[in-house]
Nanobody, 125 residues
Framework: QVQLVESGGGLVQAGGSLRLSCAAS????????MGWFRQAPGKEREFVAA????????NYADSVKGRFTISRDNAKNTVYLQMNSLKPEDTAVYYC??????????????????WGQGTQVTVSS
């Protein structure tokens, strides 16, 4: 079992930055690929970014490429999402996710093994 707890959300002006953190429980964190998703009001949950267990591979949604960076610290059981140049359309609840395969995180959202509870990010114009 893996439990995920997100933090770092909040209110920021357009053009600002936030860093989200996701702390994972369990000794097998380093064997899981990790990802971030978001869901805006009235919209489906969408993929944002993912990182392989070794951090050797990353993947981003086109809408955040060049602005967001995913990283992980396996010694701290934590994955991060650095968000720069934020836009009002980035407003959403952001969720952390974990699975054994980065392919599942990127392509098979409905089968993802573990989800966090989410953290709200609001970008004002």
């Amino acid at each position: 079992q893996v439990q995920l707890v997100e933090s770092g959300g909040g209110l920021v002006q357009a053009g600002g930055s936030l860093r989200l953190s996701c702390a994972a429980s369990g000794r097998t964190f380093s064997s899981y690929a990790m990802g971030w998703f978001r869901q805006a009001p009235g919209k489906e949950r969408e993929f944002v970014a993912a990182i392989s267990w070794s951090a050797g591979s990353t993947n981003y949604a086109d809408s955040v490429k060049g602005r967001f960076t995913i990283s992980r610290d396996n010694a701290k059981n934590t994955v991060y999402l650095q968000m720069n140049s934020l836009k009002p359309e980035d407003t959403a609840v952001y969720y952390c996710a974990a699975d054994k395969s980065i392919i599942i995180l990127v392509q098979l959202r409905d089968t993802i093994s573990y989800w966090g509870q989410g953290t709200q990010v609001t970008v004002s114009s």
